[in-house]
């Protein structure tokens, strides 16, 4: 058990399995903090902290937490550029439509059945209590109650904006690296991160979370780039570390984001700032926990990382279907009680219907098999 781990190769499949399980468990216990303390009446998109650029008197690191969770969150596109290899594009589409879209589909039909089923239970109106996650859904769309998507009442898709985003960026990326000029690669990547921005600031809902999906495009480039001239493979220049780190400590002491709701504090200098912080956190996991021993939680945490996709999915319904807010409103004024509550109780949920669902398509696979046979 104190044995080096097997995959020690950075190019190798599995290497970065600890690193996105680590932080899965990190948004997942994020997502419990935020609904235990939460303010009553704030946009979630402002929920972790307020907007120095905007005038709002808050301490130093109030909106921390949510950077470093967007931090996370770019570091988890950046290892998918990292990953990124170039295929013809509709072998392209057609395979992130199976890893990616098709979840993202099964997931929104789930939640919309899930919410068809307690309004016939509750007898309430299902138009009141559950149909706005049909255009949701449809759309990708991350509004509250009241917002609307051309016309249509519309919520959050919550969690699975990840996975839509990270459709559309694969695609994307695998028709913009045929682009022979590398500059001219940079260039529209560079304009794709800037346009993602502006266009979060349009007073309406834009469908498909483009703005998100445009702004990772960058997350995703730099993580290609990252392979593509083995940065974490040789000695990096000073300089490049210490500029990363002081652009993503100016965020953490001043910033608050939320990437799913386009929210972004200190505007393209945060922008910056995730950027910097997804790469150091990165380089951080290669050199520092890249071969960590193999213990039984290390196991168990690469076993998360590499179902990453199964667990966005689980914890995206869950987050839209199950009452919380119901558990956390028996357990206060004691909000740390309150998260910590919800947090194991979530993850163990999480955990079981991962393994259940796993049972189900090894059984079913099973008798696939038999069946050719």
């Not at 919309?112 to 007898?123: C, G, N, P």
């Not at 922008?271 to 912080?277: D, F, H, M, S, Y």
């Amino acid at each position: 058990m104190g044995e080096k781990r097997e995959v020690k190769d950075i190019h190798s499949m599995g290497f970065f399995d600890l690193a996105k399980g680590l932080g899965m468990i990190i948004i997942i216990l994020g997502h419990s903090y935020n609904m235990a303390f939460a303010e009553p009446g704030v946009h979630p998109a402002m929920a972790e902290g307020r907007s120095v650029i905007f005038g709002k008197a808050v301490p130093l690191l109030s909106g921390a937490g949510s950077v470093l969770g967007a931090g996370v969150v770019a570091m988890f596109f950046m290892i998918s550029g990292y990953s990124f290899f170039k295929r013809k594009p509709k072998k392209c589409l057609s395979m992130q439509t199976k890893l990616l879209l098709k979840p993202y589909a099964v997931t929104g039909s789930a939640v919309i059945v899930s919410k068809l089923i307690i309004s016939l239970l509750r007898r309430r109106s299902f138009l009141e209590h559950g149909a706005a996650f049909i255009p949701t859904y449809l759309f990708g769309t991350s509004l509250d109650s009241g917002g609307k998507i051309f016309g249509l009442p519309a919520e959050s898709i919550s969690i699975l904006w990840f996975i839509l985003s990270l459709f559309e960026v694969w695609v994307t990326y695998n028709l913009i690296v045929r682009i022979k000029s590398a500059r001219t690669r940079h260039i529209l990547v560079v304009c794709s991160v800037i346009a993602g921005y502006f266009m979060s600031l349009a007073p309406f809902a834009w469908p498909f979370m483009l703005p998100q999906s445009m702004v990772v495009l960058g997350y995703f480039h730099v993580g290609h780039l990252c392979r593509e001239h083995k940065v974490f493979e040789r000695k990096l220049p000073q300089w490049l570390p210490i500029l990363a780190g002081s652009v993503a400590s100016f965020c953490l002491l001043f910033g608050s984001v939320n990437i799913a709701y386009s929210y972004w504090g200190l505007g393209l200098v945060e922008v910056a700032g995730t950027i910097a912080l997804g790469f150091l956190l990165m380089l951080g996991y290669v050199k520092k926990l890249g071969t960590v021993p193999d213990t039984k939680l290390t196991s168990f945490i690469s076993a998360v990382g590499f179902s990453s996709i199964w667990i966005v999915c689980i914890h995206g319904y869950e987050m839209c279907v199950f009452p919380w807010y119901i558990l956390i409103g028996l357990l206060m004024p004691h909000k740390f009680l309150a998260f910590l509550v919800v947090a194991i109780l979530r993850s163990v949920m999480i955990w079981c219907v991962y393994m259940a669902i796993m049972w189900v398509r090894k059984k079913t696979q099973r008798k696939k098999k038999i069946v050719l046979e």
